[in-house]
């Protein structure tokens, strides 16, 4: 089985967007996540250009696992070059927004430009819109997120809050609001606030992610998933015992 793999470019100084097509070499050479993103940073990236100007790229790429039916297999890579260091980063963050992103078919999105005023990105797997964010600029997270999912009510949104907005070089991105997924290393919120970028929202989708072997996938699994278990039970016990310390207070 073949399967076509995909980045979505978004230029935002002009609204343009396209397909990059990502060849299967590519996967298997660098995988999923920091690893091919560190590929095309290098491959596009300005190094006399300063962390926070428009043409720092950013760049948003699941994991190669995320998504499937691998247990915990659900993170995120968010990359760049860092405002807080000025060299690469790359801060990871659990959650479902990359899971979804890649069942809308994209792999990883790579972000450039600056939009002319405050804007937020709608993802699925037709469409990208530009969405006006002049309204919730200056919001939390939270109330960012409660607002965008007014318009769009099955959404998995990443954000920024004020610490973003004025280019404080710690800013985190903040995934899956109100739980709170932080993509904390290196200051990359500050990136998406340089950009006027307050937030990604990507449709939640039902769609499967494309395995090349089913068969293979759920066999490896039917020998894993008891070491899993072994190997987490003391930290599934450790959660449950502080759901019953909230519980409590």
């Known amino acids: 089985m073949t399967i076509k793999r995909k980045f979505l470019e978004i230029n935002l100084t002009n609204h343009q967007y396209r397909e ?9 050479e660098y995988l999923g996540g920091s690893g091919i993103a560190i590929k095309y940073l290098y491959d596009i990236l300005n190094p006399s250009v300063s962390p926070l100007h428009p043409d720092n790229p950013l760049l948003l790429i699941p994991g ?8 915990t297999a659900s993170k995120t890579s968010v990359c760049g070059r860092s405002p807080l260091t000025g060299i690469w980063n790359e801060a990871t963050v659990g959650g479902k927004w990359g899971a979804m992103l890649k069942k809308n078919g994209w792999e990883g999105i790579i972000i450039k430009g600056k939009a002319n005023k405050p804007e937020y990105l709608y993802i699925n797997s037709q469409k990208i819109e530009f969405q006006n964010a002049e309204h919730i600029w200056g919001l939390d997270t939270y109330d960012t997120s409660e607002l965008i999912k007014n318009i769009y009510p099955q959404v998995q949104i990443a954000s920024i809050g004020q610490a973003g907005e004025n280019l404080i070089p710690m800013a985190a991105i903040v995934f899956d609001a109100p739980h709170y997924r932080l993509a904390g290393r290196g200051g990359l919120g500050a990136v998406m606030g340089s950009k006027n970028l307050k937030a990604i929202a990507v449709q939640i989708s039902q769609q499967s992610i494309p395995i090349s072997n089913q068969i293979a996938l759920k066999n490896n699994l039917r020998e894993l998933n008891p ?22 207070n």
Do not use: A, H
């Open 20 to 28: 990059i097509m990502v060849p299967d070499d590519e996967f298997k």
């Open 64 to 71: 190669l696992l995320t998504g499937t039916s691998i247990p």
């Open 227 to 248: 070491l899993i278990k072994k190997f987490t039970r003391r930290f599934c016990m450790i959660m449950v015992q502080v759901d019953q310390l909230k519980q409590g």
